[in-house]
């Protein structure tokens, strides 16, 4: 079992900076990947960034590259995305999740088993 927990939403202007922490509790952290996700008003929950157990890979969704940052803290629990020159199309919930189980299709929502409650973050422009 794991348990998540994400915090750091709130509401930001354009070009502006968030970090989102997601803390992880139950499992050990340091044995499972993890991934961002977001959804948007109407819209469905879609990839946003993903990190392997060790921190050693991570991808991104095209929308992101080069504006968002995935980390992991193994000794603290607690995966993070640093998110930076935000958009206003940037405005969803996001949610952090946790694949217990190797699966290779980290764009995949159904490659996570474990779902934190979500945050809002809200772009302003």
């Known amino acids: 079992q794991v348990q998540l927990v994400e915090s750091g939403g709130g509401l930001v202007q354009a070009e502006g900076s968030l970090r989102l922490s997601c803390a992880a509790s139950g499992r050990s952290f340091s044995t499972y990947s993890m991934g961002w996700f977001r959804q948007a008003p109407g819209k469905e929950r879609q990839f946003v960034a993903y990190?392997?157990?060790?921190?050693?890979?991570?991808y991104y969704a095209d929308s992101v590259k080069a504006r968002f940052t995935i980390s992991r803290d193994n000794a603290k629990n607690t995966v993070y995305l640093q998110m930076n020159s935000l958009k206003p199309e940037d405005t969803a919930v996001y949610y952090c999740?946790?694949?217990?189980?190797?699966?290779?299709?980290?764009?995949?929502?159904?490659?996570?088993?474990?779902w934190g409650q979500g945050t809002q973050v809200t772009v302003s422009s």
């Open positions: 999740a946790a694949d217990t189980n190797y699966s290779s299709d980290y764009y995949w929502l159904g490659s996570y088993d474990y």
């Open positions: 990190i392997s157990w060790s921190g050693g890979n991570t």
